[in-house]
């Protein structure tokens, strides 16, 4: 078990440059750029969770990162579930997590890049 947590905290300390590696050998392996980058995504949204966790842990020494990333999945899943209902009446739930799973790259990304200027100047400031 110890090995694997030392597996994730390699693979989550960079992980855009896991996105690219896995986008150039599923690019090599299909020859399909478009189902490269949504495998390269889905498994780099795994790497950010923990990646911004840990940053909101060293800027704000809170352990509060990871249940807000989760909150707002959860709220997320739910404006996007009562919307999918109340425009076809039903809800498929796989097409909900895939939807909230991709926009969560891009707002974990977007969190990541802002967390990294942050603790990057603070960490310059207390020098």
């Given at each position: 078990?110890?090995?694997?947590?030392?597996?994730?905290?390699?693979?989550?300390?960079?992980?855009?440059?896991?996105?690219?590696?896995?986008?150039?050998?599923?690019?090599?392996?299909?020859?399909?750029?478009?189902?490269?980058?949504?495998?390269?995504?889905?498994?780099?949204?795994?790497?950010?969770?923990?990646?911004?966790?840990?940053?909101?842990?060293?800027?704000?020494?809170?352990?509060?990162?990871?249940?807000?990333?989760?909150?707002?999945?959860?709220?997320?899943?739910?404006?996007?579930?009562?919307f999918q209902y109340?425009?076809?009446?039903?809800?498929?739930?796989?097409?909900?997590?895939?939807?909230?799973?991709?926009?969560?790259?891009?707002?974990?990304?977007?969190?990541?890049?802002?967390?990294?200027?942050?603790?990057?100047?603070?960490?310059i400031v207390s020098?």
């Amino acid at each position: 078990m110890n090995i694997l947590i030392h597996i994730y905290a390699f693979t989550a300390a960079v992980p855009f440059l896991w996105f690219f590696i896995l986008w150039i050998g599923v690019y090599l392996w299909r020859r399909d750029t478009k189902k490269a980058t949504k495998l390269a995504m889905d498994v780099t949204t795994l790497l950010l969770i923990g990646s911004v966790h840990a940053m909101f842990l060293q800027i704000f020494h809170s352990d509060f990162g990871f249940f807000l990333i989760l909150l707002f999945f959860l709220i997320g899943y739910g404006l996007v579930g009562n919307f999918q209902y109340r425009m076809k009446g039903k809800l498929d739930h796989v097409k909900i997590v895939r939807l909230l799973w991709r926009l969560g790259f891009l707002c974990l990304s977007v969190v990541y890049l802002l967390f990294l200027v942050v603790g990057l100047i603070k960490s310059i400031v207390s020098v």
